[in-house]
């Protein structure tokens, strides 16, 4: 059995668009099964992972990874929606809580029940991909309405990767 071969790109400071796209699709003709990109304080990796898509072939493309509080739960979804689409079903969405330095220094928002975040933003985010209304997401933290992603597709198979480090977090995250 052949393993997977999986090709991250490193944020360094100066990094360029080009170079991310370029890196993509060498990953791709060389066969590697996925390629992730980080989200730091450089590029927004929606619109990137985007171009990529439109410039590779068969290589899955994933977000490696994007917090879980600079964007709501719906807004995840619906770029998970987005990409899907785009991509034809080669998107994955790496998520995690990040830390207080990014969360509060850089998006000014409180880092607050971190594992209760991550936890919600997969129910919400699963529940929008599957077409469901939010009202049945079981969501812990906000106040949800009966809303559903309104696209021409209304289920999204994305896949969900959840960077979990601490022994609570990898057992809760693996109920979901």
């Known amino acids: 059995m052949e393993r997977p ?18 890196a993509a699709e060498l990953a791709d ?7 992730f990109v980080p989200e730091a304080w ?16 068969r290589i899955k493309l994933g977000t490696g990874i994007v917090n879980v509080y ?4 719906g807004l995840l979804a619906m770029s998970s929606a987005t990409i899907d689409e785009i991509s034809e079903g080669r998107f994955i969405l790496g998520i995690g809580p990040s830390g207080p330095r990014v ?7 409180r880092f607050d029940k971190p594992l209760t975040q991550v936890k919600d933003v997969v129910k919400v985010v699963k529940t929008l991909l599957r077409g469901d209304s939010l009202e049945t997401a079981g969501a812990e933290l906000q106040h949800y309405r009966p809303f559903k992603l309104a696209t021409k597709n209304p289920v999204h198979h994305v896949p969900i990767y959840v960077a979990a480090l601490k022994p609570k977090a990898i057992e809760s995250v693996g109920e979901l």
Do not use: C
């Not at 071969?5 to 370029?22: E, M």
């Not at 003709?29 to 390629?35: I, R």
């Not at 969360?103 to 928002?109: K, L, V």
């Open 42 to 57: 450089g590029y927004d990796v929606f619109p990137l992972i985007a171009e990529m898509a439109n410039r590779t072939k």
């Open 29 to 35: 003709e060389l066969g590697y099964d996925a390629f």
């Open 70 to 73: 600079s964007r709501s739960p």
């Open 5 to 22: 071969r999986t090709a991250v790109v490193a944020y360094w400071k100066g990094y360029d668009r080009k170079i991310y796209l370029k």
């Open 103 to 109: 969360i509060e220094g850089f998006h000014g928002r």
